[in-house]
């Protein structure tokens, strides 16, 4: 019996090591891996410059204390600002802890203008995390039940409804922000009118609202740019990321402009490990391996022949509704629970998710390949039609 607390369904499967887009598990068996530990692994397994930047900084120093200046994470926050547009950037371990910065910020913003209980608009079907705030805005009854009283101080609209944030603003003088993603990943891979972010970013400047982008997983190349938000030409005034930025190691990052920018000061916000020299490092270097391999670029190459090949493989078949995404976030939804490909397409030799229940998801490392992205359809494209058969 494990003692590892049962708060995974955990596939009966253990991975040894990976190399690029492959990764081998226990008894020696390889898959090709077009899930990428939930859009983590950017640069795929064992590249070889994160492994030198990781063990070169593991051997200088790992820790110090955000008490101390870290050289390495000014040098994180300026590149972030400078591919971001954003001015500051606070460090913390993981997206849950991102979104938590982002809300705290959105309350201090609220509060300097005497506003008693600041409000956050977010979104039906959104995910932001499991900490109890982050799953209070959380669009989604099974993060939250159980977890009751949850954080106060969220209204939800649908997605892709900008009446519905306007007809808030109408009633609610304490809203202080909107937050979403700009593609819901979890919920499944949802993307709405590039117009609906432009009409956002004019309410919240109308009624000098914070704009919160969630971009934990949609951001950092994933989508052929480097955040979500720049394919839809809005810059927001928050946004948060985690998941790629360190290809595997665990960090995240709340990044501020506009209005946001200069919030905090000494005391208001903390993380003991955030942004220190290895995990600093890690993100530096995936960025930099992401520049010289050109990877914004494939993700949008690559991420569009596999939507165009499983378009071609999936023609004509009863009960595909639906194969969309950007870039290298994909989802072809079917139109029944198809949580069963997963361990189907496991056994297969590949590693795939299913999200929303009915949306096969791919969000393969940045670094997938052409034959790569053939591979992967040639080979899942007939999982879905015999389970749609069968
Ligand atoms: C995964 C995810 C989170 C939570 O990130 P953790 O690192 O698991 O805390 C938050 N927001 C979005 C959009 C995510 O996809």
Excluded at 20 to 33: N, P, S, V
Excluded at 257 to 269: I, R, S, V, Y
Aim: charge should be negative.
């Amino acid at each position: 019996m494990s003692h590892v607390m049962n708060t995974y369904a955990r596939l009966p499967v253990t991975f040894s090591h990976g190399q690029g887009c492959r990764i081998t598990d226990t008894d020696g068996k390889e898959y090709l891996d077009a899930l990428a530990g939930i859009a983590v692994s950017t640069l795929g397994h064992a590249h070889p410059k994160l492994v030198a930047a990781i063990a070169a900084q593991a051997g200088r120093m790992l820790h110090t204390s955000n008490l101390y200046r870290i050289r390495e994470q000014e040098l994180l926050a300026d590149k972030l600002c400078s591919l971001s547009g954003m001015q500051e950037v606070f460090f913390g371990n993981s997206g849950a802890e991102a979104n938590e910065a982002a809300i705290k910020l959105a309350r201090f913003y609220g509060h300097k203008q005497g506003i008693e209980l600041p409000t956050i608009i977010v979104m039906e079907k959104s995910f932001h995390g499991r900490t109890m705030a982050t799953l209070s805005a959380t669009g989604n009854y099974k993060v939250q039940v159980g977890f009751e009283p949850l954080v106060a101080g969220f209204v939800r609209v649908p997605f892709g409804d900008l009446d519905a944030i306007k007809a808030v603003a109408e009633h609610n003088r304490n809203i202080v922000a909107v937050m979403f993603e700009i593609i819901q990943g979890e919920g499944g891979i949802h993307l709405v009118d590039p117009a609906y972010y432009r009409g956002v970013r004019e309410v919240c400047d109308s009624h000098n609202w914070l704009m919160i982008c969630d971009e934990v997983q949609c951001g950092m190349g994933r989508t052929g740019k480097w955040f979500g938000y720049q394919t839809a030409g809005v810059q927001p005034d928050i946004a948060t990321l985690a998941k790629g930025l360190g290809s595997g190691v665990p960090i995240g990052a709340c990044m501020t402009g506009g209005k946001a920018a200069g919030l905090f000061g000494p005391g208001n916000h903390g993380s003991t490990f955030g942004g220190n020299p290895l995990v600093s490092t890690a993100a530096l270097t995936t960025i930099e391996v992401m520049e010289e391999e050109g990877l914004l670029d494939n993700a949008a190459r690559i991420g569009a022949l596999i939507r165009q090949l499983f378009g071609e493989a999936l023609a004509g078949i009863k009960g595909v509704k639906d194969i969309r995404g950007h870039g290298l976030m994909i989802g072809v939804e079917l139109d029944r629970p198809c949580g069963e490909l997963v361990g189907k397409a496991l056994a297969a030799g590949l590693l795939i998710n299913v999200t929303a229940d009915t949306v096969v998801r791919f969000l393969p490392p940045l670094i997938f390949s052409e034959n790569d992205a053939r591979e992967l359809v040639d080979r899942t494209a007939p999982l879905i039609k015999e389970f749609l058969a069968g």
